[in-house]
């Protein structure tokens, strides 16, 4: 029988054992925070700010052009494999300024997407 997480659990289930944290990483617009929500178990934690001016020479907005927000810390999200374990997904912001924090949030993680 397959194991079907429940999409309304807002708290880790009593048989995980273990928990494995994964980046998503990538440029600007790529989909990390679309992603991260989408696999989500739980209501994801969101840093959306609405994109200005000032950053329109960096965002780089050619192939996404309904694209309204960019991500100003990380995102996060949940996603129960199996009975025992559990992913913890962050995604990071993508431009360049943050390599500071891409590095500090590395930290603990098995690996990235
Ligand atoms: N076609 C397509 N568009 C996507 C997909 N994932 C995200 N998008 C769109 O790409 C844009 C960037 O998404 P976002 O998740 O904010 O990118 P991020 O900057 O990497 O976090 C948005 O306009 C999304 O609607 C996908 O899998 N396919
Ligand atoms: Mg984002």
Do not use: C
């Not at 054992?17 to 991260?36: E, M, P, Q, S």
């Not at 609405?50 to 991500?71: H, I, N």
């Amino acid at each position: 029988m397959g194991f079907a997480p429940a999409s309304d659990d807002v708290y880790l289930r009593p048989t995980v054992r273990r928990a494995l944290k994964v980046l998503v990483v990538g440029h600007f617009a790529v989909g990390k925070t679309t992603f991260v929500g989408t696999l989500s178990e739980i209501r994801p934690l969101r840093t959306e700010e609405v994109l200005t001016q000032a950053g329109a020479l960096v965002d780089d907005l050619a192939g996404t052009r309904d694209k309204t927000t960019t991500t100003v810390a990380l995102d996060f999200g949940r996603l129960t494999l199996n009975p025992s374990l559990v992913l913890y997904l962050f995604g990071t912001p993508g431009q360049q300024r943050f390599t500071r924090l891409w590095a500090d949030m590395t930290r603990g993680a098995l690996g990235a997407l």
